[in-house]
């Protein structure tokens, strides 16, 4: 628990493992009983047909939001089912107190389907700036970490993203066009040209863990859920890398971005990915 005159940093030095431990144990009691064991009752749809919840999600961000709340008092969890629920409660992202923003299933098809690619995502931020992130992945038990200046790291190994190979495609994950605009598909077209290689993005949190890793050059998205992109930005950004929108600013998870927007293992190819979404 925080104590009463202990700074977000102190709170951090003291308490990140105790954050981590929370994302593990929800994961524990939540969602692996569940992987793979799905019952129909327990899968619902949201938007439609691809955009799905289940009861690992809902029970899962409970948890989180009951333990991190009482890790830090005072703060506030923006989680993705509790805004389906009542969306007023992602305004709190506005406002000065610490937020936590909380994926509780990062890549719920994939859960669904039985497929491992899927993660829990936590972040601690405050006045729009990301302050801390966790990405777990639960199937593979691999853990990703970073603390703002402080770097980036996976089960305990530091992250650094370095620069994609110049003599090959830059390879990027894009989003699905069916959860585009009309003008976010002009926009994403831009990437297909000589030099670079795209692809459907899977999990958020688990292609920015890549882009931290060096595994991917680069991504472009085209919806601002601050729960599907707080914790991995900060994670390449700690990992040396770079997110920019088409306007060439770094991404806010406040919102009002010019999407779609792009993060990549370096901030040369994060101005080049920008530039080609920004070509229409």
């Given at each position: ?98 937020v936590w923003i909380v994926d509780p299933v990062d ?174």
């Amino acid at each position: 628990m925080i104590e009463e005159t202990e700074t977000i940093d102190e709170f951090l030095a003291r308490h990140s493992a105790d954050v981590e431990e929370a994302v593990r144990k929800a994961a524990a009691a939540e969602i692996l009983p569940r992987f793979r064991r799905l019952a129909d009752h327990e899968i619902d749809q949201k938007s439609g047909p691809h955009d799905l919840v289940t009861d690992a999600d809902r029970n899962a961000e409970q948890y989180l939001t009951e333990a991190l709340g009482a890790l830090l008092p005072g703060s506030v969890v923006v989680g993705e089912e509790a805004v389906h629920t009542n969306p007023v409660v992602y305004e709190a992202i506005q406002g000065d107190a610490p937020v936590w923003i909380v994926d509780p299933v990062d890549g719920t098809r994939q859960f669904v389907h039985g497929d491992p690619g899927f993660c829990t995502l936590v972040a601690l931020a405050q006045g729009g700036d990301v302050l801390a992130s966790w990405t777990y992945a639960p199937a593979s038990d691999q853990l990703a970490t970073a603390i703002r200046g402080q770097g980036a790291f996976l089960d305990g190994e530091r992250l650094y993203s370095g620069a994609p190979e110049p003599v090959r495609d830059l390879q990027v994950a894009t989003s699905h066009p069916d959860y585009t605009t009309d003008e976010q598909k002009r926009a994403l077209l831009g990437l297909w040209t000589d030099g670079v290689a795209p692809r459907a993005c899977g999990s958020a949190g688990l292609e920015y863990l890549a882009v931290a890793r060096g595994e991917l050059d680069a991504t472009a998205f085209s919806w601002e859920a601050a729960w599907d992109h707080a914790a991995g930005l900060l994670l390449v950004e700690e990992a040396g890398g770079a997110h920019l929108t088409r306007t060439g600013e770094p991404f806010r998870i406040r919102g009002g971005n010019q999407l779609p927007f792009t993060a990549a293992r370096d901030a040369a190819t994060a101005r080049r990915v920008a530039e080609l979404l920004s070509a229409s």
